[in-house]
């Protein structure tokens, strides 16, 4: 008999071991976690019985709540929504919440475990319960600016400092109201979202991060550029012939230059050449030369492949694996199943105007407590080295050629040095092309990184080119940032 109750008395104290050393990973290991899991209807209802805490440009609230006379005690806010949606999101009564109200839910809910004893403080001295505030890194007038500049267009701004990543302007457009969505009545916010869904528009889509990525198109041919560089076989006067077509190995597809002449005069043209005219054989060339593998290695080192969290999720941008020779040659200038996101695209400006260093991107400056006592403080940091100091400085005069006396003509800025691509990709046989400006200024000194992406053609079809489109945009909101 006492060997049973042994037995059983092993058996229960197992048991309770066990539950034991379970309830503490779920309350403490996991907490956070689990608070964060959009899933947790608990915590989204908890979220509305506490004062949330405010998300924040230059002090003033971009999102914020204010008591509300229903079951849910507070409504939130979104001042200026539509400027804003991509950086806030939304905070929905049912359904997931998105944008930095979903990513850093916790915090502003006051249910992170960095809250603990601020939240007993406050319970303790009879205050209400409040949510923690985040400062974003966006500066107003880049935002406004890049609103602003980007106008009627579909497409996205996405605008960064090279020397610690941090994001200073994001926009995309079309875009919509979160206020609309965060409305106390679940069926009308149900309905509202559907609509939005169902815009053909895409307007919930975040084309400055993700969504329905584009070929980069020429801008690409920056990664390009660099593998030749790094390699060591290729110097800006190395030069490939230059015919006015060129027809791909074991294929009839043929590849022009955009005005479909040879990439200026001569037989032959220099690297140099190609990339401020921005031609596209002489890329193809160069492309089919390296291989696939080495412009793959150069662009992950830039950030393709990778996903960043900002603290929102980005989409990774990708270099397509196992190419032939004539795959490889249309991705050399931006073209086949290259596929690219504004952020990773002003990544690789931002790399060689810092002397080749790729930071990680990073919308977030601070969080604080409802008491000010800083709860996280977000450090700039490195992604890793994508190019040589040398390569850097020697692709930012060829991008400051590019701008003064090439294809990127139309970013010029009077008595300031921009460097940069302008970019213009197919996207099917009669579909409008993708226009892209990727860039920095100043050269000599670089204060900003910028990309621009208009989709549609910019409303011209294949008539519009980034040169004509985006580059303007781009110098419009690089001439608002370097006067403020």
């Known amino acids: 008999m006492n060997r049973e109750l042994k037995r059983i008395t092993i058996l229960v104290f197992v048991m309770f071991l066990s539950l034991f050393v379970a309830s503490t990973i779920v309350q403490y290991a996991q907490a956070e976690a689990l608070a964060n899991d959009p899933r947790n209807s608990r915590t989204l209802y908890e979220s509305y019985s506490v004062e949330r805490g405010p998300i924040l440009v230059g002090g003033e609230p971009i999102a914020y709540s204010q008591p509300s006379d229903d079951d849910y005690k507070f409504q939130r806010v979104y001042a200026n929504g539509p400027l804003y949606a991509p950086i806030t999101g939304f905070l929905p009564v049912n359904g997931e919440a998105t944008g930095l109200e979903r990513s850093l839910n916790s915090y502003l809910s006051g249910q992170s475990s960095t809250q603990f004893f601020d939240q007993l403080n406050r319970l303790i001295s009879g205050q209400d319960p409040m949510g923690a505030s985040v400062e974003v890194a966006i500066d107003p007038v880049a935002q ?9 267009y579909t497409g996205a701004v996405i605008v960064t400092e090279p020397s610690t990543g941090r994001i200073i302007a994001m ?4 875009t919509y109201d979160p206020n609309s969505l965060a ?8 309905d509202t979202y559907q609509a939005l869904l169902d815009d053909p528009s895409d307007p919930l889509y975040n084309r400055a991060t993700g ?3 584009n070929p980069p198109g020429s801008v690409f041919k920056l990664v390009v550029t660099a593998a030749a560089l790094e390699s060591g076989q290729y110097t800006p006067d190395s030069t490939f012939p230059n015919p006015a077509e060129l027809t791909l190995p074991g294929t009839n597809s043929v590849v022009r230059n955009t005005d479909g002449g040879t990439c200026g005069g001569g037989a032959q043209v220099t690297l140099a050449d190609a990339l401020r005219l921005s031609c596209n054989i002489p890329f193809a060339e160069l492309g089919m030369a390296l291989g696939d593998d080495a412009i793959r290695e150069q662009a992950e080192k830039f950030g393709f492949d990778s996903e960043f969290d900002i603290p929102t999720a980005t989409e990774p941008s990708t270099y397509p694996r196992a190419l032939d020779e004539p795959q490889t040659a249309l991705t ?3 073209q086949g199943d290259v596929r690219a996101t504004p952020l990773q695209m002003a990544m690789v400006s931002a790399a060689i105007a810092n002397g080749g260093i790729v930071m990680n ?3 977030v400056d601070q969080i604080t407590a409802p008491d000010f006592t800083p709860l996280q403080e977000f450090q700039k940091s490195e992604f890793g080295r994508a190019i040589s100091k040398q390569t850097a400085d020697t692709m930012v005069q060829m991008m400051v050629n590019g701008v003064e006396n090439g294809a990127a003509s139309n970013a010029r800025i009077d008595g300031v040095s921009v460097a940069g691509k302008t970019g213009t990709a197919e996207n099917g046989e009669s579909d409008p092309y993708t226009l892209w400006f990727t860039g920095f200024a100043p050269a000599d000194a670089p204060q900003y990184a910028i990309t621009v992406l208009v989709e ?3 409303g011209q079809g294949q008539e519009g080119f980034g040169n004509g489109i985006a580059a303007p945009v781009a110098k419009q909101v690089l001439e608002a940032v370097l006067n403020k």
């Open 144 to 152: 406004q600016a890049a609103w602003d500049a980007l106008g009627d």
């Open 211 to 213: 969504g329905d990525m």
């Open 171 to 174: 926009v995309t457009k079309p």
């Open 456 to 458: 549609d053609g910019g």
């Open 332 to 334: 050399a200038f931006g």
């Open 183 to 190: 409305v106390h009545n679940s069926g009308e916010v149900q």
């Open 361 to 363: 991107p990073n919308l």
